[in-house]
């Protein structure tokens, strides 16, 4: 899967929350360019487990 061509793509995007007492962002990912076959299936559902716990640990990290 690293010799893809094209890879994947992850994007990031930020955007402020409608929280009216406590200034926040919200945060997006998107993960891109899965193909489709049983390994990709697996490395993509890997990886939706390892952003949640990245991102869980980043949340973790900035509130405290």
Do not use: K, Q
């Amino acid at each position: 899967m690293n010799e893809a061509d094209p890879l994947t793509r992850v994007t990031v995007f930020f955007t402020l929350c409608n929280e009216v007492l406590t200034p926040c962002t919200d945060v997006y990912l998107v993960h891109t360019g899965w193909r489709a076959t049983s390994a990709w299936e697996e490395a993509r559902a890997f990886f939706v487990r390892a952003w949640e716990s990245a991102f869980a640990e980043l949340e973790t990290l900035i509130n405290g």
